[in-house]
């Protein structure tokens, strides 16, 4: 096996263009123009916010949302399976670029997606999560293979900043096209939308091609050598998981890291819908207002990167998760277009700083040497992805029992309450 050189600046350019391709799955299809396309074509005068799926009903951004809790769950319960085949086999980079197509294509097939196709426009946004969420993983678990401990922090947040620059390039074409349809002879007022969940899945495949070209294949692991296929996974499963156990860290970091993540990956997925539904602000404004939280934050992930070398990570992520809270109780009260514009730009600050910082700091807790890290990192994922099957589902559920998203926001600031003690008691370790 040759030696990966680390800090090599062409490689960590190379990774972070993963970054840069699948960030406007994240922006367009889960935080901007898809959900309020969603939101707008399955609001009827004959049914309101009710929309009918293979006979069932159910209010439209409660479906929505109960189908991406769906996928983030089959997710989370394959996941450790998945990556620990990928280790035993030297298969990381061959299943990385699996889930990128199979998300990429997803995401081109919600081109057809109107209110008669709703079963399959649902099902393809399902694929497209699934497609997302696993090449993520094999992405973040190449952080501590190409980068030092010392520059993780400092790589995790070039790689969110990639992505940040990447995802509002391609949304301001996007906008372009929604907002100036007559300028490409566009009459169909459905089509503009469509365009750009088309244009979002070749921009994914496109630049995903940038670090599958770089990235290095990373040979099969050692153990279970001579077993069947399913005994060797077993083996890689109970050797990262004795490992874990061993690292006191580890095993505080998740809990805490759980419960804030309930938080924010909520608040991030339903942003657009809230702001739809509580003040009516419309495309062109929500849009624009999600344009602006990526662009702040791209400097959020590199301040609070420079503010946890002065202070450590976790008295930041602490400091970050009170700023969470305090967003959950205002969103509650929220009654202008002024405050969610400043909730807007706060969310953004925040939001790169604890996504970048979180990552890097369970890949420094991850011991040095260690190569099977697609398996160690597949256990942050899970936590990740559970998290927002949680978050997802009780903010469906509130809103599907109570008829008001304000109570469903509001409830978000309990996981970040239980998130900051948990975090309180990693400040003893000198890794924190």
């Not at 696993?134 to 030092?148: Q, R, T």
């Not at 040979?219 to 399913?230: H, N, V, Y």
């Amino acid at each position: 096996m040759s030696v990966i050189k680390k800090d090599n600046k062409k490689l960590i350019r190379s990774w972070a263009m993963f970054d840069w391709a699948n960030s406007a799955y994240n922006l367009v299809i889960t935080s901007t123009i898809f959900p309020v396309y969603y939101t707008t074509i399955t609001n009827t005068k004959e049914h309101g916010d009710v929309v009918k799926f293979f006979g069932f009903e159910f209010v439209n951004t409660a479906l929505s949302n109960f189908a991406l809790a769906f996928a983030y769950l089959v997710m989370a319960l394959t996941l450790p399976f998945i990556s620990s085949y990928a280790d035993a086999n030297g298969k990381k980079k061959q299943i990385m670029k699996f889930f990128t197509t199979a998300g990429a294509v997803a995401c081109m097939g919600l081109f057809f997606f109107k209110l008669e196709t709703l079963e399959v426009g649902i099902i393809c946004f399902v694929i497209a999560a699934m497609g997302y969420i696993g090449g993520v993983l094999f992405n973040n678990s190449y952080l501590p293979l190409i980068a030092s401990v010392e520059q993780q922090d400092k790589v995790s947040a070039q790689g969110f900043s990639y992505g940040y620059v990447g995802c509002v390039t391609l949304q301001i074409l996007c906008f372009i096209i929604v907002l100036k349809p007559d300028w490409f002879g566009i009459t169909d007022p459905s089509l503009p939308a469509r365009v750009s969940f088309l244009m979002v899945g070749i921009w994914w495949l496109g630049f995903s091609l940038i670090p599958f070209k770089y990235l290095p294949n990373i040979p099969a692991t050692r153990k279970g050598e001579g077993l069947s296929l399913i005994n060797k996974v077993k083996a890689e499963i109970s050797s990262v998981w004795g490992h874990i156990q061993q690292i006191e860290e580890i095993k505080k970091f998740l809990p805490a890291f759980f419960f804030y993540s309930i938080g924010v990956q909520t608040l991030m997925i339903v942003a657009s819908a809230f702001g739809e539904k509580v003040l009516h602000l419309g495309a062109t404004k929500l849009i624009g207002t999600i344009l602006l939280i990526q662009l702040v934050a791209i400097a959020g992930a590199f301040i609070m990167s420079a503010i946890s070398a002065r202070i450590g990570n976790v008295r930041v992520l602490m400091l970050v998760v009170v700023i969470w809270i305090s967003i959950c109780i205002s969103a509650y009260f929220l009654t202008t277009e002024i405050q969610f514009y400043i909730l807007a730009a706060l969310v953004g600050l925040v939001m790169g700083g604890i996504q970048s910082l979180s990552r890097s700091t369970f890949s420094k807790l991850i011991p040095e040497g260690i190569q099977d890290t697609t398996a160690f990192f597949s256990f942050y994922d899970v936590t990740e992805k559970l998290a927002i099957v949680v978050g997802l589902f009780s903010f469906a559920l509130i809103e599907q029992m109570t008829h008001n998203i304000r109570y469903s926001a509001l409830s978000l600031s309990l996981f970040f309450v239980i998130g900051l003690l948990l975090l309180a008691r990693l400040l003893r370790f000198n890794k924190s």
